[in-house]
């Protein structure tokens, strides 16, 4: 979506192995999430971001999983020992400035095998 | 905990037909949103609506919310074979410092020429 860029758009890789998303709100937002999309559990937030403030951690499935962001813009999603269940669609998010709506990136389409 | 119920799940209408897909949710909320998804693609913003009675509409797509009902209805007026797509509506939560949309599992709407 304007506003949010993701890369890689598709990403496979190999069980066990350690992979990064990026995100790169082109806007400069304050406010970012990261959300999971999979057929078996929909739509879940991961990760909510905001300015200075401690991130709010607590839709993470795993310790395997953290994000950090960097200098307020580009937040980055690492996922440690992937595993099968890993596989789903990551979409980071960045709540809009004036009209209280949330624009999504494109995502990132994740395969292990 | 915030649960967001939306039905039907599948949906399958002929064109120029009328029909509404509905959303519940458990807690108090005073924003609410319906996302479009095309397959393969990621979540098109359709309509926010930030308090009772709201009322929005753009093309055959029409949104309201009732707070007190907890409910919000995505009316379909004489649908068109381009409205074929996953609806989603979605719930804002706000906790403490944080806050979070907390998704519905999607309407999956065909129209049939």
């Known amino acids: 979506g304007a506003g949010v860029s993701q890369s890689p758009s598709n990403k496979v890789t190999e069980k066990g192995k350690d992979v990064e998303l990026r995100c790169d709100p082109i806007?400069?937002?304050?406010?970012l999430y990261w959300y999971r999309q999979s057929l078996g559990q929909g739509l879940e937030f991961l990760i909510y971001f905001q300015g200075n403030s401690a991130p709010d951690k607590s839709g993470l499935p795993s310790d395997r999983f953290s994000a950090e962001r960097t200098g307020g813009s580009v937040s980055t999603l690492t996922i440690q020992r992937t595993q099968q269940e890993d596989s789903a669609v990551y979409l980071c998010?960045?709540?809009?400035?004036?009209?209280?709506?949330?624009?999504f990136g494109s995502g990132t389409r994740l395969t292990v095998v | 905990e915030l649960k967001v119920e939306q039905n039907p799940l599948f949906l399958s209408m002929q064109e120029g037909k009328n029909y509404t897909i509905y959303c519940n949710y458990s807690?108090?909320?005073?924003?609410l949103y319906w996302y479009r998804q095309d397959p393969g693609k990621s979540l098109e913003s359709l309509f926010v609506l930030l308090s009772n009675g709201a009322v929005k509409q753009e093309g055959r797509l029409m949104a309201s919310l009732d707070t007190k009902a907890r409910l919000s209805t995505l009316h379909i007026t004489a649908a068109v074979h381009d409205l074929s797509a996953t609806y989603f509506c979605?719930?804002?939560?706000?906790?403490?410092?944080?806050?979070?949309?907390?998704f519905g599992k999607g309407t999956k709407l065909t129209v049939n020429p």
């Open positions: 979605a719930v804002l939560r706000p906790q403490g410092g944080s806050e979070k949309l907390v």
């Open positions: 998010a960045v709540r809009d400035r004036y009209n209280y709506g949330y624009t």
């Open positions: 806007s400069g937002h304050t406010a």
């Open positions: 807690t108090t909320s005073d924003r």
